[in-house]
């Protein structure tokens, strides 16, 4: 991201019938770049730099648990926020991940222009590829802005998605326990 957005903003405002130089709006563009670049830096981060070495051997292969991870992110449809929580599980085989990794992982795939479907997968295919998990489930809950703000204006939606993989995908009884742990079985 080298580009100065700036001047794309003072367009916008300009579109909007706006005037860019009125009090309020004098910073706006710059404001909005500057946020907008920090909403999506996950684009300037990668899976082993976020990792950077934090795999440790354990003898545990017992489903491993982080639940309730906050996440932010921007509906590449119409560049409006989605927020929201994970829950990411995954089952070791010799190696655990360092516990702030996994909310990482879900930051970097978050703070990049998404649909929240391709989110989960994401964040589960990263676990799986960097601890080689016998399984790793992630489920997202999360509120729309894009569906709050604007089309049908439904204020209580909530949308949830899962990706299951290995081991919770292929046992009934491993993806029973991991609903349970996050609240989402009886």
Known sequence: MNEDLSPHYREIL??????????????????????????????EQSLEEIVNGA???????EMVTVKDIELYSLCEHHLLPFIG???V??????????????????DMYARRLQIQENLTRQIAEAVQRVTGAAGVAVVIEAKHMCM????????NSV????????????????????????GRSN
């Open 55 to 61: 795999l440790f051997s354990s003898d545990n292969d």
């Open 159 to 182: 949308m949830s998605t899962s990706v299951m993989l290995g081991a919770f995908r292929q046992s009934q009884s491993t993806r029973h326990e991991f609903l349970k742990l996050i």
């Open 148 to 155: 709050m703000m604007r089309g049908v204006e439904k204020q």
């Open 14 to 43: 300009l579109g909007l019938g706006e005037d860019p130089q009125r009090e309020g709006l004098r910073d706006t563009p710059r404001r909005a770049a500057k946020a907008m670049r920090y909403l999506c830096h996950g684009y």
């Open 85 to 87: 929580k994970a829950h």
């Open 89 to 106: 599980a995954y089952i070791p085989t010799g190696k655990v991940l360092g516990l702030s990794k996994v909310a990482r992982i879900v």
